[in-house]
């Protein structure tokens, strides 16, 4: 069973609106972690953003905020005023412990999303 | 500046033809982890290491071989590369006592062609 799912493979947005993706995601541990990470096309990964299981409050960085409703399990990614640069794949992660403390990081297929001028 | 390298970024290789990726990261990171990206299919993690000496298989480890003997290096070997081998690689290092918490550094990734 999938355990990040990333339902929209891509969208367009209009430059300057808010833009939401989702994220849903699947485990049984009560301590895990949420980030979001943004994959220009030249290819490298961009943290952008982290949510603790235990935080109560929604995190922030700039433009990027995580709404994050755990009864429900997902931590979906918001962009305010989006901007040309904008325009990127982005992963939805869980980062949990398995095993003998191995801190894998799981991914969503990620969104692709493209900003109009 | 704080950052994980990758070498080589492109590679185009033949079948069966040994090949190594390096890694280096200079922020004394204990974990280090090596994923495959494919379309369609996110990053799928091979090997991952929790210090010097310690290395364990992820879920994709068929094919590939790594060693932890420095604290800064975490090669990526392909002993007999196969066409299946062809993607898109990244490095990747973190705090261990972060945990959960940990947000990964990636290196800039390796394209690999296996032909």
């Known amino acids: 069973a999938q355990k990040i799912t990333q339902t929209q493979p891509g969208m367009f947005v209009q430059e300057k609106e808010a833009v939401t993706l989702d994220c849903t995601y699947d485990?049984?541990?009560?301590?895990?972690?949420l980030f979001w990470y943004k994959q220009p096309s030249s290819g490298e990964m961009i943290f952008l953003i982290y949510?603790?299981?235990?935080d109560e409050q929604n995190a922030t960085e700039g433009r990027y905020s995580l709404n994050f409703q755990k009864a429900r399990k997902s931590a979906n990614l918001v962009i305010s005023a989006s901007q040309l640069g904008d325009s990127a794949m982005y992963f939805c992660a869980m980062r949990e412990v398995r095993g003998d403390s191995n801190y894998q990081l799981i991914w969503g297929a990620g969104t692709k999303l493209i900003i109009k001028p | 500046e704080a950052q994980v390298t990758q070498n080589p970024r492109y590679l185009i290789t033949v079948t069966g033809k040994k090949l190594t990726v390096t890694c280096s990261q200079n922020m004394n990171h204990e974990y280090m982890s090596w994923y495959r990206q494919d379309p369609g299919l996110g990053l799928r993690q091979i090997y991952y290491s929790m210090n010097v000496e310690v290395t364990d298989k992820g879920d994709v480890p068929e094919g590939y071989k790594v060693s932890r003997k420095e604290k800064r290096n975490f090669p990526l070997i392909l002993e007999s590369p196969s066409p299946n081998q062809t993607s898109l690689y990244f490095c990747a290092s973190s705090l261990h006592q972060q945990g959960v918490r940990a947000s990964l550094t990636f290196g800039a990734g390796s394209r690999l062609t296996v032909l």
């Open positions: 485990t049984s541990d009560q301590s895990y972690g």
């Open positions: 949510q603790g299981s235990y």
